[in-house]
């Protein structure tokens, strides 16, 4: 198969338009001959108000982790194959043969990928019946997804190990298990968990369930913990979905749980913790000794009454768990600059 330059592109899928990204020919490496067309699609968006079908948690990256609202929750792949009933010309091709996919309900919004093909290759079309030649294009397309899906998992690994091979800055004194970027990331972490405490307790409750029903049970708990916390953080309640926002007033775990935020105090993280934590590789603050650290924080923070000193700024790193790459009588500059 073969990918030329992309185009854009529209297409109407049973009433609902979707945006085509990506349109590629897919070849016969053997003749070269166009044997169909694959399109990649671009979700419709959703309403910007809140539901209960978001996804809400926390992810992590080389040297951080973040909340994250994801736009939807979808779970389940499913691929539908077809010989089409109305020929389809697309580049004066005539298209015979449907395939999709997606993930989430089987309904065009969750569509992912859309094949077209001129015709079946030849060891489906030696199967007697329609159905096993679209039983075999559909697990056909199942394994090409597949492996392109382990290819790109293949090259972002690739893209994190060199990543982490560009280490940041060591001075000769430090041994080599050192990880200054999975320290920050764990503090960081655990900021967002004291930030966020009672989503951070209805995710571990979620992770820990067992069944179905213990879910759908935690998930909502999810949504309304993360509501809550929101609530006691920002000191109004974010934009919900109104019809999820017409049942939340009967619902005793979110009024509980909102009680509880209303008369708690706002961020539970002092802003200089952020600032030490988030800068920590960024900013160098992991290799700076007290001086410079109480210079880069009076260039952060100019309006401060009272400039932090810096050896309460390294005491206060040292205490939500940052591990300094400076050791006292030990000079001298990191040996990768």
């Known amino acids: 198969m ?3 330059k992309p185009r854009c ?15 590629t020919f897919l070849t016969n490496l053997a003749t070269g001959a166009i044997i169909g067309v694959r399109q990649k699609f671009a ?14 948690g926390f992810v992590h990256w080389q040297g951080g982790s973040g909340l994250v609202v994801a736009k939807e929750l979808r779970r389940g792949n499913w691929i539908a194959a077809t010989k089409l009933k109305t020929r389809v010309k697309i580049q004066n ?7 999709e996919t997606g993930c989430g309900a089987q309904c065009p919004r969750n569509l992912d990928q859309r094949f077209y093909f001129t015709a079946l290759p030849a060891e489906a079309a030696a199967l007697g019946s329609v159905r096993a030649q679209l039983n075999w294009l559909a697990k056909w397309i199942a394994n090409f997804v597949l492996q392109e899906r382990r290819q790109d998992q ?16 060591r001075f000769p004194y430090e041994q080599p298990t050192i990880d200054h970027y999975e320290n920050q990331r764990a503090v960081v972490f655990k900021l967002l968990r004291d930030e966020w405490p009672r989503l951070s307790k209805a995710r571990d409750k979620l992770h820990a369930s067992k069944t179905a029903p213990e879910r759908l049970k935690f998930r909502r708990e999810v949504w309304l913990a993360y509501l809550a916390d929101y ?3 920002f000191g109004k309640s974010p934009d919900v979905r109104s019809e999820d926002a017409e049942q939340l007033w009967k619902d005793e775990t979110y009024l509980a749980l909102m009680n509880e935020a209303m008369n708690a105090p706002g961020s539970r993280v002092d802003k200089r913790d952020w600032e030490l934590a988030n800068g920590w590789i960024a900013r160098s603050y992991y290799r700076m000794n007290e001086a410079e650290l109480a210079n880069a924080f009076a260039e ?3 309006d401060l009454k009272h400039k932090p000193r810096g050896n309460t700024l390294a005491k206060r790193a040292s205490r939500i768990g940052l591990h300094s790459a400076l050791k006292r009588g030990r000079p001298g500059k990191p040996d990768n600059f």
């Open 43 to 56: 979700r419709p968006p959703l309403a910007t108000a809140l539901s209960k079908d978001h996804e809400l």
């Open 231 to 233: 609530r006691a953080l």
């Open 2 to 4: 073969s990918d030329p």
């Open 154 to 169: 293949a090259q972002w690994a690739t893209a994190k190990n060199e990543a982490r091979r560009k280490d940041p800055a």
């Open 93 to 99: 091709r005539t298209m015979r043969y449907r395939a």
């Open 300 to 302: 952060i923070f100019p």
């Open 9 to 23: 592109a529209r297409s109407q899928s049973e009433g609902v338009e979707m945006e085509v990204l990506e349109e």
